[in-house]
């Protein structure tokens, strides 16, 4: 389903109540598409950020791009130290 922007303002309840049931919906102005109503996933709905640890589990940082703790807190104070 498309709709314009005024139409979306006045019907903006139903639409997020179609997209939520898994309709697509889609808002136009002029009648080009600019955005899409989608639910958000469930595992990301509870904002418990376990989706966030998978994926970080899963893509651990390279060995190259990680960091200590100490070569960290070098680094913000040596940025800090550039500000004063």
């Known amino acids: 389903m498309q709709v314009n922007v005024l139409e979306a303002k006045n019907n903006l ?3 997020v109540n179609r997209a939520a049931a ?3 919906v ?4 002029r009648g080009v598409p ?3 109503l989608v639910p958000v996933r469930a595992d990301l709905a509870h904002g ?3 989706a966030i640890v998978e994926w970080l589990d899963d893509h651990p940082p390279s060995r190259r ?3 200590s703790a ?3 807190d070098a680094d ?3 940025a800090r130290e550039g500000w004063e």
């Open 70 to 72: 100490s070569q960290i």
């Open 34 to 36: 600019l955005v899409r």
């Open 65 to 67: 791009t990680a960091r």
């Open 48 to 50: 418990t950020g376990a």
């Open 13 to 15: 309840s139903q639409l």
């Open 26 to 29: 889609v808002i136009a102005r």
């Open 22 to 24: 898994g309709e697509d």
């Open 76 to 78: 913000i104070e040596a």
